[in-house]
């Protein structure tokens, strides 16, 4: 089974940084692409970021790019989201989950298989 653990969420005020991390259990991380999604009440989740398993191919969804940085640690089986320059809009529950189809970076909801329990980011305007 494949367990992800988010952390690093809290409050924080617009223009704010912080760094969540995705601590993963199981043989599945080193292989697979891995995604931040996120989602605020009353919303679809939506994609936030990948990286493609050798850290190789990284996608961006239009409303963090050149805000956020995602990066993992295979070693560790540890994906990050870097976020800078917060938006009150940014505030939702962060998920990290990984890509179960294909090799390629995939942005939707339903090409993820294993998702993390979340991690709340509220920015504050």
């Known amino acids: 089974q494949v367990q992800l653990v988010e952390s690093g969420g809290g409050l924080v005020q617009a223009g704010g940084s912080l760094r969540l991390s995705c601590a993963a259990s199981?043989?599945?991380?080193?292989?697979?692409?891995m995604g931040w999604f996120r989602q605020a009440p009353g919303k679809e989740r939506e994609f936030v970021a990948a990286?493609?398993?050798?850290?190789?191919?990284?996608y961006y969804a239009d409303s963090v790019k050149g805000r956020f940085t995602i990066s993992r640690d295979n070693g560790k089986n540890t994906v990050y989201l870097q976020m800078n320059s917060l938006k009150p809009d940014d505030t939702a529950v962060y998920y990290c989950?990984?890509?179960?189809?294909?090799?390629?970076?995939?942005?939707?909801?339903?090409?993820?298989?294993?998702w993390g329990q979340g991690t709340q980011v509220t920015v504050s305007s």
């Open positions: 990286i493609s398993s050798s850290a190789r191919s990284i």
């Open positions: 989950a990984t890509q179960s189809t294909g090799l390629r970076i995939a942005t939707r909801v339903d090409h993820y298989d294993y």
């Open positions: 199981g043989r599945t991380f080193n292989s697979a692409t």
